[in-house]
């Protein structure tokens, strides 16, 4: 099987903005969480993985993303994939796979066997599709967003 095309981290300021600003904008502000809640201690470990898909923008624009995720490692032999987002208008276009598969395969080059995530229930079918099955019932993400465990082994 070919090896998914490489999606690489923010570079620049500019396009680690970019990179929290898409966070935010799915995964926290439709819930009025305030500002940095989008961030976590995790993101500044030396084995997390970014992964960031910009819009195509002009030379001077400033960058726009499209697609985000983050796997960090949680031991030895397991990684946790968080954060995944898309741009509502970019969504069901094959970002998200796009993202996800690089970043199991960067899970797989640094030597990790399994991936664990906990998936919104809207992001169970998603999840499913790649692979993951669920494992059971885990937390209620601001008192109303039910997830649940997920698992794939590598
Ligand atoms: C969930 C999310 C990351 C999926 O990304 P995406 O770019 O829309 O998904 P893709 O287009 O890459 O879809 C890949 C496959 O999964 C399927 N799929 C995508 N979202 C799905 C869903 N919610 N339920 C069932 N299947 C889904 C697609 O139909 C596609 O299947 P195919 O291979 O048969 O064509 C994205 O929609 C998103 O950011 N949602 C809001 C935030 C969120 O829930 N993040 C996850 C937090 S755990």
Redesign the pocket.
């Known amino acids: 099987m070919p090896s998914p095309a490489q999606v690489p981290p923010p570079r620049t300021p500019a396009e680690w903005a970019a990179y929290y600003q898409l966070r935010y904008a799915?995964?926290r502000q439709p819930w009025q969480q305030p500002p940095g809640s989008e961030r976590c201690p995790a993101d500044d470990e030396p084995t997390t993985v970014h992964a960031l898909l910009l819009a195509e923008e002009g030379p001077n624009e400033a960058p726009v993303a499209l697609?985000v995720?983050m796997l960090q490692r949680t031991d030895a032999h397991r990684g946790q994939i968080?954060?995944?987002?898309?741009?509502?208008h970019?969504?069901?276009?094959?970002?998200?796979?796009?993202?996800?598969e690089h970043l199991e395969a960067q899970a797989r080059a640094a030597g990790l066997a399994e991936i664990l995530?906990?998936?919104?229930e809207?992001?169970?079918?998603?999840?499913?599709?790649?692979g993951y099955a669920v494992v059971g019932p885990s937390h209620t993400l601001f008192g109303v967003i039910p997830?649940f465990l997920m698992r794939k082994q590598l």
């Open positions: 799915v995964l697609a995720g968080r954060f995944m987002a898309v741009a509502p970019a969504a069901g276009t094959g970002l998200g796979r796009r993202v996800l995530l906990h998936a919104r809207s992001a169970v079918g998603f999840y499913t599709r790649l997830h």
